[in-house]
């Protein structure tokens, strides 16, 4: 190791002074009245070793070198790394950097040569020690909708093992969002991933302690491939709004934000979608024998005929519901999840070809938005057009496949053939006089992103992501609203629609069942984080009829739909009086669609009662505890 008579390391500007010990390699962060510091060998390689998941601190590397860098625009730490007792190979730089202009706190890692291993992560810098016992201490993390966790709260989680989540990589389900903060009082720092397609955290709670959330960085690829950056913002008056528009303002400087009013300028049928209540329904389900769930509660089977659903939508319109977009599943060769991508033609026993254009001039028929659902990642085994040179494969060359959908046994469509797929698919439907409204492209924003290591068509998370955008874009330029799962941070400046960003339940394992058996419990306090930043730039629907399982701790769908200022989906059976109760919420989005949320808060920090202010004074108030909601100025009668 080289000796240093320098023992500290200081960087300072207006504000903010950080000391960098050498020999502890531990970071201290002057900012305020606040003095921030991180875990001593926090920062660590996990790798894999005989079957077993291990660690190798930073500290512990055979070789470190230190120094002081100053440029004309900050100072900074260098510390090269190598000598690693797993993997002698690896070498990297790490920095630490104080910008001059900005004061924010960046830290890096940057390759100088990759590892032999392959399976390993690195977890630098070392997370922030956050572990004081105070009723204000929070930690604020975008876990799907969005969480604050105070220190203390009586929950105990580990998100490294919730599965279902998809948990420590950004733009997942864990993290719809590549930032998370810590907060003690007013005072708080945001870390904030500049480089996060490759990035991920570690976050655990203790039941009554703290929380430790750090950062966590993936091969690319099998590499380091390139630098690694995280952002720290320092405040001495912050709270969990001021982060989510500290990261509104960010993706506005990076070229990353687009709002519903300036995505209608792409596409002006968006506007019609404003203040319509969702119908989504299915055709045709059959559950395949070689589907892990055949023969259980979880997979149930449905027929029904396009002339059906098209019955179903008049007598909503009679029954009093103006304004809809009706998705439908279901309608492909097969059935809904089977022999994607290959859609044609339309599934005979709902009605064929001639049933469907029948249901889509019904939709029109009623004035409402016709879309339809679709699979450009799930690649079936049985699909006419299945090739396993198409497929994605891991390192080893091995194709991975799953059967947890209807269809049953499936590969995964490389990202790089997904565009190809659904040019050839649409083109057909347009010939036929298939011409919807919206495409819903299922999963593209959810699971996280792909890697193949097919050398054909290797592929990169980034270049995933991109080649889902292509997808995206290519629907747009012909005319669609376009709609995928989940409120995935990447994705939202394509998409127009999420069918659902809602809040994180606590799920017990349960084999009969895709996700497990959900509590009903959210992971720690729910908050709108997501609609905090993204409220005017996509439509999001919630479940507002009594009785769905997606609400936290028993909390009413419809309340949230209020608090949200979102649309609601309305089932195909829908009565009057749950049509009337909808059109009051498509009628607050009417007036707040193109509306910024600007405040959200906990009414005298209690949960039951909740309030969120709009960019045109809209405030809207809700009590979970009696049901009761206020929105004022009132909406028209």
Known sequence: MMKMKQKTIRL????????????????????????WQTQADGAYIEYEHAGRTLREPLSHAGSICTKPVSTGTGQGVEVRYSGFAFDRNLAFYAYWWLDATSMSLDAAIVPIREPKSQTWKIHYPAPFVFDTMRPDNYTVFPLMQGAIIPNGYEQSFDLSGRWELESGTFYTRSAYMPWWGQIEGRKGYMALALTPFDGGFSLAHESSGATSVGTAWLPSLGKLAYTRTIRFLFSA?????????????????????????????????????????????CAELSIAPSCRFYGTPEATPVHETFIRRAYQLFALKERGLKHAYFHLDGWVREGYDA?????????????????????????????????????????????????????????????PVCDYWAGGKQAFLCPSQSLAFI??????????????????LDVFACVGLDECWDERHRVTREACMQFREACFDYMRANGSIISSEEGIGWAMYSLDLVHHANYALEMLPDETTLCGIPTGRGFGIPVPLLNLVYHDCVVTPWFITPGTNEMPDGQSGLLHA?????????????????????????????????TEMVRHELLDGVVERQRTVFSDGTQITVDFSTGEYDIQPPLAR
């Open 237 to 281: 008056s912050c709270d969990y709004v001021s982060f989510c528009k500290e990261y509104r303002a960010y993706l506005k400087q990076t070229g990353r934000f687009k709002t519903l009013a300036e995505k209608e300028l792409q596409n002006p049928l968006l506007k019609k979608l404003h203040g319509c209540a969702v119908i989504t329904a």
């Open 562 to 594: 209020l608090l949200n200022a979102g649309i609601p989906y309305v089932d195909i059976e829908a009565t009057a009086e749950e049509i009337s109760t909808a059109e009051i919420v498509c009628a607050l989005h009417r007036r707040l669609s193109h």
């Open 423 to 440: 040019r050839r698919n649409y083109t057909l439907l347009r010939d036929n006089g298939v011409v919807p409204d919206g495409v819903y």
């Open 12 to 35: 300072s500007a207006t504000g903010i002074r950080a000391d960098y010990d050498v020999s502890s390699q531990v970071m201290t962060v002057y900012a305020g009245e606040r003095i």
């Open 339 to 399: 022999q994607h991508p290959d859609v044609w033609p339309p599934s005979e026993a709902a009605g064929g070809l001639a049933g469907l254009l029948a249901l889509q001039k019904s939709v029109h028929d009623c004035g409402w938005l016709f879309a339809l659902h679709d699979q450009y990642r799930d690649y079936y085994l049985d699909a006419p057009s299945y090739l396993p040179d198409l497929t994605k494969k891991n390192r080893d060359g091995e194709i």
